[in-house]
């Protein structure tokens, strides 16, 4: 079946650092790619996807590029802040029966 | 304008009671969903409508009853919950569902509830 793998959390990292977290996944298919964010206390915010071979999505300095030959979808940002922190998800669909499927999503602590 | 909304924001009930929560999305979004979400996990699937039907139900327990009333509007009925039923619930709607996988998925800000 399909399946997400998130790296083992959680992160911390000082301001302005240089964040990667890495996803990796299982897929029949083509799927497409998501990373949503869930700040403290929040539902879910997509935050960038991406729906086919190197395609790279990118919002609010977050960055992701979909590689099919590695099948990985890995989250990247040049500097973070302490607005950052959250859990982020990695997630895809299939497009069969609308279904989401998640990794387990990290926590990101950004200190000042 | 991608919000969906949903209330109430914080419910506590005993497990005899019955109460409902509201989702409302003014998208045009033809699909919407429910998940639960338990601490520190992602979220699980519940329900689907598609066009006001119910199109997928991954087997949750009857003392949860979903309903569609229009295209944009959500309910979940509570009745008779357990204590380990206490998670934040998540409403979610996309333009088509099941239209491919491009399909976005857009989430609300979720109704925590706890079950006394």
């Known amino acids: 079946g399909d399946s997400v793998t998130q790296m083992e959390g959680p992160v911390t990292l000082s301001e302005e650092a240089f964040l990667t977290i890495n996803c990796t996944y299982t897929?029949?298919?083509?799927?497409?790619l998501f990373w949503y964010v869930q700040y403290p206390g929040e539902g879910l915010q997509l935050l960038l996807k991406?729906?086919?071979?190197?395609d790279k999505g990118s919002n609010k300095g977050f960055e992701a590029t979909y590689r099919k030959e590695t099948t990985s979808f890995h989250l990247e940002k040049g500097s973070v802040q302490v607005s950052d922190s959250a859990v982020y998800f990695c997630?895809?669909?299939?497009?069969?029966?609308?279904?989401?499927?998640f990794g387990k999503g990290i926590t990101l602590s950004v200190r000042p | 304008d991608t919000e969906v909304t949903q209330t109430p924001k914080h419910l506590v009930m005993g497990m005899t009671n019955k109460k409902s929560l509201k989702c409302e999305q003014h998208?045009?979004?033809?699909?919407m969903y429910w998940y639960k979400q338990k601490a520190k996990k992602p979220p699980e699937l519940m329900f689907v409508?598609?066009?006001?039907?119910?199109?997928i139900n991954e087997s949750v327990p009857s003392r949860f009853s979903p309903e569609c009333p229009n295209s944009s509007l959500l309910n979940l009925h509570l009745h008779a919950l357990q204590p380990e039923d206490s998670a934040l619930y998540l409403c979610?709607?996309?333009?088509?569902?099941?239209?491919?996988?491009?399909?976005?998925?857009?989430f609300g800000p979720g109704t925590r509830l706890l079950v006394l």
């Open positions: 979610a709607s996309s333009r088509f569902g099941g239209a491919g996988p491009a399909e976005t998925q857009y």
């Open positions: 897929a029949t298919g083509y799927p497409s």
């Open positions: 991406a729906t086919k071979a190197d």
């Open positions: 997630a895809l669909n299939t497009g069969a029966n609308s279904k989401l499927t």
């Open positions: 998208m045009g979004h033809r699909a």
């Open positions: 409508y598609s066009y006001e039907k119910l199109s």
